[in-house]
């Protein structure tokens, strides 16, 4: 029997069992001969790499894994823009609310009853920051990124809106008293 005849059994053997007696011929042949012996130590070797790739299924699991890390990523990105958004509307406010007292504070001239009303409404205005900060990170977990640089104009027109009617009610305010004395 030729040496393909045992090639082809190893290779049934592989797949399908071969007979008692075609085992036993091809253990004696395998015996004899060294070119078939190596051909099984490549098959082998060939099944090993095969199941070391087949363990490589699990990246299906890392895959998704990274999605999830890019997701996260993406969230951690957007939570960004709206604090820098935020912080650009709140700057803001916060500059022409300073420019505006500034003004009030040079066109009024009555120093501590105007820096005690500051420091009262100052701390009111620090909370009702702090306040729509605390609700604006819950809404940043639902709406979506594009929406935050809107969002943080609204702010900075909003707070630039209260800040002047807060000065305007100042200034209405301290200017009877002028007339009064
Ligand atoms: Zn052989």
Same mark, same amino acid.
């Given at each position: 029997?030729?040496? +393909?005849?045992?090639?082809?059994?190893? #290779? &049934?053997?592989?797949?399908?069992?071969?007979?008692?007696?075609? !085992? =036993?011929? $091809? @253990?004696?042949?395998?015996?004899?001969?060294?070119?078939?012996?190596?051909?099984?130590?490549?098959?082998?070797?060939?099944?090993?790499?095969?199941? +070391?790739?087949?363990?490589?299924?699990? #990246? &299906?699991?890392?895959?998704?894994?990274?999605?999830?890390?890019? !997701? =996260?990523? $993406? @969230?951690?990105?957007?939570?960004?823009?709206?604090?820098?958004?935020?912080?650009?509307?709140?700057?803001?406010?916060?500059?022409?609310?300073?420019?505006?007292?500034?003004?009030?504070?040079?066109? &009024?001239?009555?120093?501590?009853?105007?820096?005690?009303?500051?420091?009262?409404? $100052?701390?009111?205005?620090?909370?009702?920051?702090?306040?729509?900060?605390?609700?604006?990170?819950?809404?940043?977990?639902?709406?979506?990124?594009?929406?935050?640089?809107?969002?943080?104009?609204?702010?900075?027109?909003?707070?630039?809106?209260?800040?002047?009617?807060?000065?305007?009610?100042?200034?209405?305010?301290?200017?009877?008293?002028?007339?009064?004395?």
């Amino acid at each position: 029997m030729g040496h +393909s005849y045992f090639e082809n059994l190893l #290779r &049934l053997d592989k797949t399908e069992t071969i007979s008692q007696r075609q !085992a =036993q011929t $091809l @253990k004696e042949h395998l015996e004899t001969c060294a070119a078939c012996r190596a051909q099984i130590s490549a098959w082998e070797e060939v099944d090993r790499l095969l199941q +070391s790739s087949s363990q490589v299924t699990p #990246r &299906l699991g890392f895959s998704t894994r990274w999605q999830e890390h890019l !997701a =996260q990523e $993406l @969230k951690y990105r957007e939570k960004i823009q709206l604090w820098v958004a935020i912080s650009i509307g709140m700057g803001g406010a916060m500059m022409i609310l300073t420019m505006l007292t500034v003004w009030v504070w040079l066109s &009024l001239g009555s120093p501590l009853g105007w820096f005690l009303t500051l420091i009262s409404n $100052l701390a009111e205005m620090i909370l009702f920051i702090s306040a729509l900060m605390v609700i604006l990170g819950r809404v940043g977990e639902v709406v979506p990124a594009p929406m935050w640089i809107g969002l943080g104009l609204c702010i900075f027109i909003f707070l630039s809106v209260v800040s002047c009617m807060w000065i305007v009610s100042m200034h209405k305010i301290f200017v009877p008293r002028r007339i009064e004395t």
